[in-house]
């Protein structure tokens, strides 16, 4: 079992609509969650940190629950610039170490 | 200005080549990190390397090695290339301890032959 699983997807979803991604790890000693983009042929690129209250960074809302060890990520609004891999990611704080999530496709289209 | 640099971006070569990737970072952090996407795009760590000393191995087949000339520099030198080694190499660096962000090169295509 990988540390951190998604829905590898795709999701396909129109502009305009909403979408949600989940992603669960198994390590309990996770202390920093984030989320990553990565576009076609590009490197990863931050997308937000993941704080236990939810944190929300315009159309984007992150969520921890760490009872269930889950995370999730809600984008309002979706224009076709979102299509792209989002990647659940998890921080091993002792080796500093990121432990990536195999990622979600989503395709926004017209 | 750009603040981490790989070159090649696309390398192919022959098996049982021994071949290099060099990475450049003007951030002046101390950790520096190589990892592996494979053809199912899942990324995965190889290497950490803080202040020229490796802290992290992970399970990486000894045919490769991190090289840390000087801050700034970690490359990734790679002998006797196996069909299985073709993938997307990324180094990477900390760009803030808080919040944590690490940031990636634009990668190196490798590809075996």
Known sequence: RKEVEQDPGPFNVPEGATVAFNCTYSNSASQSFFWYRQDCRKEPKLLMSVYSSGNEDGRFTAQLNRASQYISLLIRDSKLSDSATYLCVALNTGFQKLVFGTGTRLLVSP | ???????????????GNDKSIKCE???????????????????????SYNNKELIINETVPNRFSPKSPDKAHLNLHINSLELGDSAVYFCAFILDLHPYEQYFGPGTRLTVT
């Open chain 2, 25 to 47: 970072q003007n951030l002046g952090h101390d950790t520096m990190y190589w990892y592996k996407q494979d053809s199912k795009k899942f990324l995965k760590i190889m290497f």
């Open chain 2, 1 to 15: 200005d750009t603040a981490v640099s790989q070159t090649p971006k696309y390398l192919v070569t022959q098996m």
